[in-house]
């Protein structure tokens, strides 16, 4: 059976480790994809960008090409097990916030649930101060609070569009804590138990 729990955090939230982590508690039948890895990955082999940061510069037309193509490859993939989708429901770019899952995107995945991973904003920076490997579009806890909110609306517009319910995480204080909340929603929710 298809079970898409899709998990979106702002850049530097946290997400990405969050679910590594809850991945590795939940079991064989689970399956962790990364959308933006997924976008990178067709990206490079078509020759227009080089990194991930790379991607937020594309055309607009270019990102929705890729955004459909990767919702097609999750869809795939979600044939066989559970899928933990990470990815952004408000996206930076050069253009501005953007979509993460367009509505032809959000049909392909066809989500039946939607978490977001959050922390407080002023710990947000904290977070990006400390990596050295990436850029953020945006700077400054207002951004970081105001991406908060967006991808807090393409939840709830998704939610009222599919009738997925959203769901929260914290991320303030141990990766291990939030780990567990996350894959505690995803298992309870999974049809086989």
Avoid: K, W
Wanted: hydrophobic fraction near 40%; charged fraction near 25%.
């Amino acid at each position: 059976m298809r079970d898409v729990t899709v998990v979106s955090g702002v850049p530097g939230v946290g997400a990405s480790e969050v679910c590594q982590t809850a991945r590795a508690q939940l079991g064989e039948g689970y399956r962790l994809l990364n959308f933006g890895d997924v976008m990178l990955e067709r990206a490079v082999t078509r020759g227009t960008v080089q990194s991930r940061d790379d991607l937020a510069t594309l055309p607009q037309r270019e990102l929705r090409l890729l955004q459909r193509r990767a919702g097609e490859y999750v869809a795939s993939v979600a044939e066989g097990p559970s899928v933990v989708l990470n990815t952004h429901l408000a996206v930076a770019t050069a253009h501005g916030f953007l979509p993460g899952l367009p509505p032809a995107v959000r049909a392909d995945v066809d989500p039946a649930r939607y978490v977001l991973v959050e922390a407080d904003p002023a710990t947000i920076g904290e977070r990006r101060e400390q990596v050295q490997y990436r850029e953020y579009r945006e700077q400054g806890t207002r951004a970081i609070d105001v991406h908060q909110d967006l991808n807090r609306a393409a939840a709830m517009y998704h939610a009222a569009e599919t009738g997925a319910p959203v769901r929260l995480v914290e991320n303030e204080g141990a990766v291990s804590d939030a780990a567990e909340d996350l894959a505690a929603i995803v298992s309870q929710a999974d049809p086989s138990r």
